[in-house]
């Protein structure tokens, strides 16, 4: 959406969305934007937290980058009217918070619901604009480059895009071409992601020969809502950040004995101490206690929490919220450059599909949002300068040898398989016996899913289930590359890190 708005005062634009504009995971993002922006606070004091969480795999040129861009993006966001939680007691005007691994207040948000304030600003001034074309309900299956049109070089021209409305592929050509379809969660049993995060973008990438870095690096938030009927709902860092403590059913606090920063300690650590004191309990959950803050206070700085958990029988002012971990943040994906080019001319990745070197082996707490600000920015920039390239004819999508399929039973089937499978295998904790059984299990999935593309229509659900095996591959195949503990990859075979950090990065062949 801030690509778009950059790009739409000199390019047309073409917003490709599977849902609705607004679905995704940034309308879910609940914490905010990580910037310096109090006199407390310093730019080398973001650049460390930020290298500290990564655990020595950060990009050193790439994290001050952005960290020196904060602000603009902020006082960017402030300009299309994003209306963020005020502090007149602050000099910056604005209520900044705290969240794990973060060593000052730096995190300004919209109460709780950051990203969803910020999309639906983003979004009406893209209904508003008049070289901006939104093509919801399409998904991409997949780019066109030189290489399959049997042309020279190696450039994007597009993509093929389904119209799942009318169930017909349609072809759109493009000078450039920007993923922006964000991570993988859904590769996983339980994950904090909405139901597109599919991994397209990664999948498609690498289709088309681009890198991909360190997918072995899930981030596992530590705080998801445990509750029937509460289906991937985040629990925010900002509630551990003021105050939050995390509990044993019996009200004992754990944390303090997994690290000297307790429940502000990275999501990394937070995350296997949760997994450990369940495992080593038999527990179904741990309990995140606020009670003892005013009520006033809760119900101000975590209304959408306050208000869903009382939905659900829990009234976070007077009781623990019991809690697990879950997927939420891929720290790996494509390799871009500082500008959001990838291998491939013509293609750009911008937020969580992208591998920039700022999250290294762990992602710092919101600055998901403040990357994808600052290299919606480069990317727009870079666009800006390049000159205009004749299109070379697109043939249309081929369905002559294809059918209608027979039984979508093999999606479901294949698709609830492979989320168990790597659960239980590539989650928190890791050896080398689970990632090769996950790696077989992947090896016979692909084979039939392979089978089941070559010979029936593509749907939405055969695109993403293609999609998330590919991306599943690619993670395991990153895990058993990396012989060491780091950040958020955990081998119980290799417990600890190696002296030297070097990124996990994978040729397609």
């Known amino acids: 959406m801030s690509l778009a708005l950059k790009l739409a005062a000199s390019k047309r634009v073409a917003l490709v969305t599977k849902e609705s504009l607004l679905e995704g995971a940034s309308v879910w993002a609940q914490g905010g934007i990580a910037a310096v922006l109090s006199k407390e606070d310093s730019l ?80 009406q001034r ?25 042309l020279p070089g190696n450039r994007c021209w597009g993509a093929y895009v389904l119209n799942k409305e009318s169930s017909r592929v349609e072809t759109l050509a493009a000078q450039q071409t920007v993923l922006a379809t964000g991570g993988a969660g859904k590769v996983y049993l339980y994950t ?44 925010t860092e900002a509630v551990r950040g003021e105050g939050g403590i995390l509990r044993l059913r019996d009200g004992t606090r754990f944390m303090p004995d997994h690290d000297s920063r307790a429940e502000l300690a990275p999501r990394d ?16 959950c741990v309990y995140l206690d606020i009670a003892h803050k005013p009520r006033s206070f809760l119900i101000e700085h975590f209304p959408t929490i306050y208000a869903r958990c009382l939905e659900l029988g829990i009234d976070m002012t007077r009781q623990p919220i019991p809690v697990v971990p879950a997927a939420h943040y891929s720290c790996g994906g494509i390799v871009t450059d500082q500008w959001a080019r990838s291998d491939l001319a013509g293609l750009y990745a911008v937020g969580e599909v992208a591998h920039t070197g700022l999250h290294g082996a762990n992602r710092l707490a919101s600055n998901s949002l403040l990357e994808c600000l600052v290299f919606a920015h ?12 004749a299109l070379p004819p697109l ?23 492979l989320r168990r499978f790597m659960w239980d295998y590539v989650g928190i904790v890791r050896t080398n016996k689970r990632l090769q059984r996950a790696q077989h299990r992947i090896t016979l999935l692909q084979d039939e899913i392979t089978e089941y ?4 229509r593509v749907s939405n659900d055969l695109v993403e289930l293609r999609n998330l095996a590919l991306v599943a591959e690619l993670i395991v195949k990153s895990a058993m590359a990396r012989h060491e503990s780091r950040g958020l990859h955990f081998s119980r075979d290799y417990p600890y890190a190696l002296d030297s950090a070097v990124n996990t990065v994978l040729i397609p062949s």
């Open 192 to 235: 904090s992601n909405p139901d597109v995060a599919t991994g397209d973008g990664v999948a498609m990438g690498w289709r088309a020969g681009c890198r991909v870095a360190n997918m072995e690096f899930i981030q596992f938030h530590p705080t998801c809502l445990y509750h029937p009927q509460a289906k991937s709902f985040l629990i």
């Open 453 to 456: 593309y070559r010979n029936f």
């Open 126 to 150: 893209i209904l508003e604009h008049p070289h901006i074309k939104i093509f919801p309900q399409h998904i991409a299956i997949d780019l066109i480059t030189s290489t399959k049109l049997g």
């Open 378 to 389: 480069a990317a727009a920039q870079d666009i800006d300068k390049q000159a205009q390239v």
């Open 269 to 284: 650590i937070v995350a296997r101490a949760i997994d450990f004191e369940m495992k080593k309990r038999g527990h179904d």
């Open 395 to 417: 043939p249309d999508w081929d369905e002559s040898r294809v059918t209608d399929a027979d039984e979508e039973i093999v999606i479901s089937h294949n698709w609830d398989e």
């Open 44 to 123: 080398e004091s973001h650049v460390q937290d930020t290298l500290t969480a990564g655990a020595g795999l950060c990009d050193p040129v790439i994290t001050r980058r952005v960290v020196q861009h904060g602000r603009a993006a902020i006082e960017w966001l402030i300009d299309q009217g994003v209306n963020f939680s005020r502090d007149e007691g602050n000099e910056s005007g604005y209520h900044l918070t705290r969240e794990g691994g973060h060593s000052h207040r730096r995190v300004i948000h919209v109460a709780d619901a950051t990203g969803r304030a910020i999309q639906l600003t983003l979004g």
